[in-house]
């Protein structure tokens, strides 16, 4: 007779152990590192809740507290590798195999670690390709999640930075795992239930409000009168050209310039309504005063923005929130939408190959890109038409079955800082996938999807480029005084001038004389409080006044 | 000052003319269509919960009931439509417009309907698409959802037939919009919250328990011999090569003879274990003796099958169940899954062309294509490596860039009903796009994206075709005696056969002498039963014993 419930007997031994340590669900922080002995076990598949933004960070140290001796070779599979203590499980032995998405700030650690043998990496995901895996062959064991508020019956209250909470949970408790909550507070009523106390096993209150990165703040001050130029190029030349309504920007800088640009030049152009009303994002302070313009409709978001929370609360027809006011965020839902809801990606990258191949991924670092693979690739299971999508489908005209087509577009300067070339013959994925002992050379966006490249030198349309070599050829043409830049073929990068692949600033109508930081709508933090009505509460860190 | 809480505040006008027809959140069936002429306002987006399965019918005979002269022009935004009562709404003119994923058996309705000029369609989208445009540009302004059962704060339980319901309440509640919820009983306690009552405006109870169709029961008796022979192919031919784990079946009579080869024909080649462990699929019946002979490790679904509650509550090892021990489905999460962690998508199609492009739609019906646009797609977004995915990129090989690829595949017999052929020079696809008016013609799987196309007369390996010439050919070398196989070029075909392109069930070792219906682990429904230990209880229309 085989038995079929063993998750549930081994969580129901794991639950009698843990239970000694809580008063029905709540757990004294004091004694958090003993329940999390008593109910992890060795071997565990362990999901810690690490976002973008929130982290539980009190659960993340409790853990990397436990004695190897007792819990080791763990394997983590979480979002986001953000905290040192994230990767002081591998250094202690009580982890020793990693799935994840990005490691941003951790990503040189995690690569020495990597090479010391510490740790082995299943692989390096997507967002929304580790959450199909948590339902598939990753799913949590246990899982160390992070919210706002809880009650005495585990209901929880995620407030403005949802993030993967609900993806993360939904896995593990419906598969007979273990979920426990860091909260900031535990209350009798919280403000709204955004996770049922049923699908939580236990709760502790952290010591200190739960860690909080402003990950998509970009302050006006910094951008440049270059990403002015491209901004405008991207304006008229995209936005305006395919009527992109919606979309999705990635973070930086080049973006933020777009964002900032919509209310003056935008408008100027008479695209209010026209284009980017429709948006998959985090609340990005830039994009204050095209709200204040009237420029968008709804914005829904993947996490939250340290310190927009009045600003949203006061916006409720634009951001989707609860009664309570706050926001409901939801990175499975919203990469959801920006794969499948959004005509375009905008983003920056680092490198561009001849093919149109990008990547941030450089040497001595394995970071992993989070969203953009999947919000900058085309879905091809997309079947909804709408005008962008279809014009930039027939400019791609492949094969007899006419279909749609994803704007996917790559922004970058020719060269970045200490005068790299952005323009390579190779990238330097290759030699990190040789070193890292990965399967692939790690690649953001390929080059099929890209159908795009915007540097200060114009716009490259693939999507009209006939072959390989034109391909080759648009790319270097915008590729400046970069060696691949320099390296092109002149009489064919002028024909695919003439023919509208390759246009420069002036083909566009753009003059580089108006592309001054008088056309940002905020040129600093401060303007951008007062866009907002003084509603925008920028941390410290941003704060000069 | 531009007013910001306008959906706010035309919601509280609304809550506050429906508030009268209610106690708290619950409203009398009987006053349901007054409530509905409270709260729903003419130009709305509404979104009725129509899945697969479970239907909210009571709500959408009560939406179809609504005089026209008062409520109108309604914007409809919906999964499935499955019952008259979905399209009775254009009918009577409450409604006008009309986005959805897929019609089943209101599709030749529904085509009338078009052609008459009394509805006019955004688009026919999969699933995880029209999610996607939920929280971007399609938001409901009204969902009237379907649940087990509520208790008076409006915390609803959707037992195992969860599909749909999180996904649209999420959109609704967070936007400012009304959520109303149909359930069988207004209980004290439900037996667990699947969505909190802070999300939920008016419950009611419906007359009859909501209706719900038995969408994923093949009655192994109607499997033919030919079906066991593709079955074989399928196993040895592609599961077996490719070792793949992770994967969906599409519906249909070619998978469940698949399904039912896994404890036999598969365990004769020693692949318990090596393949289809893990699956994003609805608890296919078919399954069960696969799962009772330890082939299978995981099941997540879609959404759950009338008659398996018992069985799937005796199984908490295989299948995500909640600690009421009925399962927790989620469709948009389930669909995440088999797009990003399956390894394999194969179902059935009724037309292929010459370029592999494949479609179900047939002249006269508007049904769309649920989720297999989504499933049957390779994800470009995907970053982690399998065996499997790596191996199918290899034999890909496209550009100079290595990347993996999902396996897509086709099965088909040569000739289906009334000896129409399944091989054509041009889809009928594109005569309904002309007739219907669609911008694009509806394929469901693009020939780009199909790796495999199986039919009784072998396997088509189209990654390993050179260019576009031999993927044509190898189409037609498995066409058979439809005048498309009829007219291929011999001597081509003999050669992709010496290089493995095309492999016969001989090249596979597959005796077709073999192929018998005694290699079924369950040759009748009764069966079914016998091998679930009798937990099983098929529906009354698939019994005759």
Same mark, same amino acid.
């Given at each position: 007779?085989?038995?079929?419930?063993?998750?549930?007997?081994?969580?129901?031994?794991?639950?009698?152990? *843990?239970?000694?340590?809580?008063?029905?669900?709540?757990?004294?922080?004091?004694?958090?590192?003993?329940l999390?002995?008593?109910?992890?076990?060795?071997?565990?598949?362990?999901?810690?809740? =690490?976002?973008?933004?929130?982290?539980?960070? %009190?659960?993340?140290? #409790?853990?990397?507290?436990?004695?190897?001796?007792?819990?080791?070779?763990?394997?983590?599979?979480?979002?986001?590798?953000? +905290?040192?203590?994230?990767?002081?499980?591998?250094?202690?032995?009580?982890?020793?195999?990693?799935? @994840?998405?990005?490691?941003?700030?951790? &990503?040189?650690?995690?690569?020495?670690?990597?090479?010391? !043998?510490?740790?082995?990496?299943? #692989?390096?995901?997507?967002?929304?390709?580790?959450?199909?895996?948590?339902?598939?062959?990753l799913?949590?064991?246990?899982?160390?999640?992070?919210?706002?508020?809880?009650?005495?019956?585990?209901?929880?209250?995620? *407030?403005?930075?949802t993030?993967?909470?609900?993806?993360?949970?939904?896995?593990?408790?419906?598969?007979?795992?273990i979920?426990?909550?860091?909260?900031?507070?535990?209350?009798?009523?919280?403000?709204?239930?955004?996770?049922?106390?049923?699908?939580?096993?236990?709760?502790?209150?952290?010591?200190?409000?739960?860690?909080?990165?402003?990950?998509?703040?970009?302050?006006?001050?910094?951008?440049?009168?270059?990403?002015?130029?491209?901004?405008?190029?991207?304006?008229?030349?995209?936005?305006?050209e395919?009527?992109?309504?919606?979309?999705?920007?990635?973070?930086?800088? /080049?973006?933020?310039?777009?964002?900032?640009? +919509?209310?003056?030049?935008?408008?100027?152009? !008479?695209?209010?309504?026209?284009?980017?009303?429709h $948006?998959?994002?985090?609340?990005?302070?830039a994009?204050?005063?095209?709200?204040?313009?009237?420029?968008?409709?709804?914005?829904?978001? @993947?996490?939250?923005?340290?310190?927009?929370e009045?600003?949203?609360?006061?916006?409720?027809?634009?951001? %989707?929130?609860?009664?309570?006011? &706050?926001?409901?965020?939801?990175?499975?839902?919203?990469?959801?939408?920006?794969?499948?809801?959004?005509?375009? %990606?905008?983003?920056?990258?680092?490198?561009?190959? +001849?093919? =149109?191949?990008?990547?941030?991924?450089?040497?001595?670092?394995? &970071? =992993?890109?989070?969203?953009?693979?999947?919000?900058?690739?085309?879905?091809?299971?997309?079947?909804?038409?709408?005008?962008? $999508?279809?014009r930039?489908?027939?400019?791609?005209?492949?094969?007899?079955?006419?279909?749609?087509?994803?704007?996917?577009?790559?922004?970058?300067?020719? %060269?970045?800082?200490?005068?790299?070339?952005?323009?390579?013959?190779?990238?330097?994925a290759?030699?990190?996938?040789?070193?890292?002992?990965?399967?692939?050379?790690?690649?953001?966006?390929? *080059?099929?999807?890209?159908?795009?490249?915007?540097?200060?030198?114009?716009?490259?349309?693939?999507?009209?480029?006939?072959?390989?070599?034109?391909?080759?050829?648009?790319?270097?043409?915008?590729?400046?005084?970069?060696?691949?830049?320099l390296?092109?073929?002149?009489?064919?990068?002028?024909?695919?001038?003439?023919?509208?692949?390759?246009?420069?600033?002036? /083909?566009?109508?753009?003059?580089?004389r108006?592309?001054?930081?008088?056309?940002?709508?905020?040129?600093?933090?401060? /303007?951008?409080?007062?866009?907002?009505?003084?509603?925008? /509460?920028?941390?410290?860190? @941003?704060?000069?006044?």
């Open positions: 007779m085989r038995e079929w419930n063993r998750l549930g007997l081994n969580k129901a031994e794991r639950m009698e152990r *843990g239970a000694a340590l809580a008063q029905g669900k709540v757990v004294p922080p004091a004694r958090i590192g003993e999390l002995a008593q109910v992890i076990e060795s071997g565990d598949r362990v999901c810690i809740e =690490g976002n973008n933004q929130k982290q539980a960070d %009190f659960l993340a140290s #409790a853990l990397a507290g436990l004695d190897p001796a007792v819990v080791n070779d763990l394997h983590i599979v979480q979002s986001v590798l953000a +905290l040192p203590s994230h990767l002081d499980v591998f250094e202690t032995g009580v982890a020793s195999r990693l799935d @994840f998405s990005f490691s941003g700030q951790q &990503s040189a650690r995690l690569a020495r670690l990597l090479s010391a !043998g510490q740790l082995r990496i299943g #692989a390096i995901h997507t967002y929304l390709e580790l959450f199909g895996r948590y339902f598939t062959d799913t949590p064991r246990v899982s160390l999640v992070c919210a706002a508020a809880a009650d005495a019956q585990g209901n929880l209250y995620t *407030g403005g930075n993030e993967d909470t609900p993806v993360i949970v939904e896995a593990t408790a419906f598969r007979r795992g979920v426990i909550a860091q909260v900031n507070e535990i209350v009798d009523h919280v403000p709204r239930v955004d996770i049922p106390g049923d699908w939580v096993d236990f709760v502790v209150q952290s010591p200190r409000p739960h860690y909080i990165e402003p990950l998509f703040t970009r302050d006006p001050a910094q951008i440049s009168e270059i990403q002015v130029l491209m901004a405008m190029m991207a304006i008229k030349g995209i936005y305006a395919y009527g992109v309504k919606r979309l999705n920007h990635g973070i930086g800088f /080049d973006t933020a310039a777009i964002e900032l640009l +919509l209310p003056t030049y935008a408008e100027s152009l !008479g695209l209010r309504g026209k284009i980017a009303t $948006w998959a994002l985090n609340p990005h302070p994009l204050i005063p095209a709200i204040e313009a009237g420029f968008v409709e709804s914005v829904h978001s @993947f996490g939250s923005e340290l310190g927009m009045e600003y949203i609360r006061a916006r409720p027809d634009v951001f %989707f929130t609860g009664p309570d006011g &706050s926001m409901r965020s939801n990175r499975a839902l919203s990469q959801t939408a920006g794969l499948y809801a959004c005509d375009m %990606f905008i983003g920056s990258t680092l490198q561009i190959d +001849l093919q =149109g191949n990008s990547s941030t991924a450089t040497l001595g670092r394995v &970071s =992993g890109f989070g969203g953009a693979p999947n919000m900058g690739s085309d879905a091809r299971g997309r079947r909804h038409g709408t005008e962008t $999508w279809l930039a489908g027939r400019e791609a005209g492949t094969g007899t079955m006419p279909r749609g087509r994803k704007l996917v577009v790559q922004m970058v300067e020719t %060269f970045r800082e200490h005068m790299a070339p952005a323009f390579v013959e190779k990238l330097d290759w030699e990190l996938a040789e070193t890292a002992g990965l399967d692939l050379p790690p690649v953001m966006i390929y *080059g099929d999807d890209v159908t795009h490249i915007l540097t200060e030198e114009g716009i490259a349309n693939l999507l009209l480029c006939q072959n390989e070599q034109e391909r080759e050829q648009a790319i270097r043409g915008v590729a400046g005084y970069t060696p691949v830049g390296a092109r073929d002149k009489a064919m990068v002028e024909n695919l001038r003439d023919r509208g692949v390759i246009r420069r600033p002036a /083909d566009l109508g753009v003059d580089p108006d592309a001054t930081r008088d056309l940002l709508a905020a040129r600093s933090m401060k /303007d951008l409080v007062h866009a907002s009505g003084g509603l925008y /509460d920028p941390p410290a860190r @941003f704060r000069s006044w």
